[in-house]
């Protein structure tokens, strides 16, 4: 889960082109063993692809929740802190 405070750094990914062709021998080999075209494979890995990001939004979506759940209780407390000392002002008066 992600923190407010002591966020990691961001690890971006930069393909290689190692990675390039690699992909496109998984490509190829999956093209022979399903007897389909290229293009096909790589449309199934582009559907793939997007649900896998949809799970990332759902995933980063529930960390956020979490953390503006714990920013509203935060404010709570200080309103509550504020009215207390509101209150103990009022009373020495």
């Not at 960390?63 to 200080?78: F, K, L, N, S």
Request: hydrophobic share 35%; glycine share 6%.
């Amino acid at each position: 889960m992600g923190t407010l405070y002591d966020q990691e750094p961001r690890d971006y990914k930069r393909v290689e082109i190692s990675r390039v062709n690699y992909f496109l021998d998984e490509v190829s080999e999956l093209a022979t063993k399903y007897k389909m075209e290229r293009k096909d494979i790589i449309e199934a890995f582009k559907a793939v692809e997007l649900a896998r990001q949809n799970d990332l939004y759902v995933a980063n979506g529930d960390i956020h929740d979490e953390q503006m759940a714990g920013i509203g209780q935060a404010v709570q407390e200080i309103g509550e802190r504020l009215h207390q000392i509101a209150d103990a002002i009022e009373s020495k008066e």
